[in-house]
């Protein structure tokens, strides 16, 4: 293998996509409730840099950890779990994965702090719970049940939201005032989107990660309960989607991101009937990712088809 293919699956390179959809639908909105300033392309491209630094990081955090716990020893690995494999197969080795992750995670910071000086000093409050997932995610909150939640708060949420302040925001702006009511609601389905990445990714690895020292959900609930869990968060992510149209916060035009529903509802009832079938539930993590890449790109879609 060549130096850059070994080192675009450390990274996890396919999986960056998130934090691509994620910036755009925060650009979506800057352009739906602009600054004063109008939109500035330079911000844009930092915050894409930005995000994608600190998604890498957290890859690759993630997998210097899971080589030193023997995790990934541990792990039957398939295209979205059980790691990368370049460290457990020789390709990188542990202290340059961790010398990238921190220079990522630096980068990232960089551009964060920028923001904080020529945005608003509510992203502080972002960039630090995000800096803190990142580093204590493998160590400390998937050990307390934590994992999921913080997945899906700062790597979903938090970045649509910071987005959209740092497009959007300037420093003597109110905090109550920073942030429209619309895009605090719509940041929600992208939130529980990323946790749930995380956490049907994690049916196939509950084992290994018990064994590892971890204590995620699915451990603690079981792979029947998780399902049943996971079903849930499907649910709770279209019902919002559906509701905030008919309640005129959002345009009609959001119904698109119900279109992914029908393969939503597919990976659903594989997880409740198969989640303990390691060929059966592969497929369905697929359909997940699926799911939550294309859900969150058509949001965004859905608020540049109403600007038109």
């Known amino acids: 293998m060549k130096t850059f293919q070994i080192w675009m699956q450390q990274f996890r390179a396919p999986f960056l996509l998130l934090a691509v959809v994620l910036v755009l639908i925060g650009v979506a909105y800057s352009l739906k409730y602009p600054s004063a300033e109008g939109f500035n392309t330079l911000y844009a491209v930092l915050l894409f840099l930005g995000v994608i630094s600190a998604h890498s990081s957290v890859n690759l955090f993630n997998e210097y950890s899971d ?34 992750a921190i220079t990522t995670l630096l980068i990232g910071l960089i551009i964060g702090i920028y923001f904080v000086v020529v945005a ?129 916060i959002s345009s009609f035009w959001l119904f698109i991101a119900l279109l992914t529903l029908p393969i939503a509802i597919k990976a659903t009832v594989t997880a409740i009937k198969s989640g303990n079938n390691f060929e059966a539930i592969v497929p369905a993590m697929g359909q997940n990712v699926l799911v939550v890449l294309i859900t969150d790109l058509l949001i965004a879609v859905s608020v540049f088809v109403a600007l038109i």
């Open 67 to 100: 080589f030193h716990t023997k995790i990934d020893f541990n792990t039957k690995r398939n295209p979205f779990s059980g790691g990368s494999g370049m460290l457990t197969e020789g390709h990188t080795k542990p202290k340059s994965v961790l010398t990238a």
């Open 120 to 248: 608003h000093p509510v992203l502080v409050v972002f960039i630090v719970m995000g800096a803190f997932a990142t580093v204590f995610y493998t160590n400390f909150l998937a050990k307390i049940l934590l994992g999921e939640f913080f997945a899906g708060l700062t790597l979903g949420t938090f970045v649509v939201l910071g987005t959209y302040v740092a497009m959007t925001a300037t420093p003597e702006m109110a905090w109550s005032a920073v942030i429209p009511k619309e895009v605090w609601l719509i940041s929600i389905p992208p939130g529980i989107l990323t946790a749930l990445l995380l956490f049907l990714n994690e049916f196939p690895d509950a084992e290994a990660d018990k064994q590892g020292g971890r204590n995620h959900l699915v451990i603690k609930l079981g792979l029947k309960g998780a399902s049943y869990l996971y079903a849930f968060g499907i649910l709770a992510t279209y019902t919002i989607i559906f509701i905030l149209p008919l309640v005129e």
